[in-house]
């Protein structure tokens, strides 16, 4: 079993950027895949990006392609989302979500373990 804690959210103008983390405890994160969602107010959580095991492949939704990126922190036993260009619609609850072997990775519950969450806000 594996305890995810996210951490850097904030608050950032438009065109700014942030970090966030998650910080993984009882294993090592290389064990697991990991994702980034995310959930703004009335809205349904939605898959940001992924990042496999073995670091062979990362995922990333349409919205963030080229502005986020994700990435393993082997030191700290932890993965980044690193995120560029922010824009007021980026706004939401940035969650981190860990599988030893996730199958669709873009679908909520196929993800085990959830971290509580972080709140990132980006004013225009």
């Known amino acids: 079993q594996v305890q995810l804690v996210e951490s850097g959210g904030g608050s950032v103008q438009a065109g700014g950027s942030l970090r966030v983390s998650c910080e993984a405890s009882?294993?090592?994160?290389?064990?697991?895949?990991v994702a980034w969602f995310r959930q703004a107010p009335g809205k349904e959580r939605e898959f940001v990006a992924a990042?496999?095991?073995?670091?062979?492949?990362?995922k990333y939704a349409g919205s963030v392609e080229g502005r986020f990126t994700i990435a393993r922190d082997y030191v700290k036993n932890s993965v980044y989302l690193q995120m560029n260009s922010l824009a007021p619609e980026d706004t939401a609850v940035y969650y981190c979500?860990?599988?030893?072997?996730?199958?669709?990775?873009?679908?909520?519950?196929?993800?085990?373990?959830w971290g509580q969450g972080t709140q990132v806000t980006v004013s225009s």
């Open positions: 979500a860990a599988d030893s072997t996730p199958a669709a990775i873009r679908v909520v519950v196929n993800w085990r373990y």
């Open positions: 009882g294993r090592s994160f290389t064990d697991y895949a």
């Open positions: 990042i496999s095991r073995g670091e062979y492949e990362t």
